[in-house]
């Protein structure tokens, strides 16, 4: 398998693992990090929910709008 960018690792862990917020994060992150705030929301919160800890959601959240 071929990883062409973040977003299609991103999707591969939550295909393989959809209770574990890591793939979530990194999805979050990049749609974050491309300026897409709106798509950043879901999968930040998601992470969350399934126990993420990193204090950097939090950041993101509070600039994007999202709540928790």
């Known amino acids: 398998y071929q990883w062409r960018s973040n977003y299609t690792v ?3 862990l939550i295909r393989s693992y959809p209770d574990h917020f890591k793939g979530y994060s990194i999805l979050g992150f990049e749609y974050y990090n491309d300026g897409k705030f709106e798509e950043a929301k879901w999968p930040l ?3 969350l929910q399934l126990g993420s800890r990193d204090p950097r959601i ?3 959240l509070g600039t994007t709008g999202g709540t928790q």
Do not use: F
């Open 58 to 60: 939090y950041t993101m």
């Open 45 to 47: 919160i998601k992470s």
């Open 10 to 12: 991103a999707l591969e």
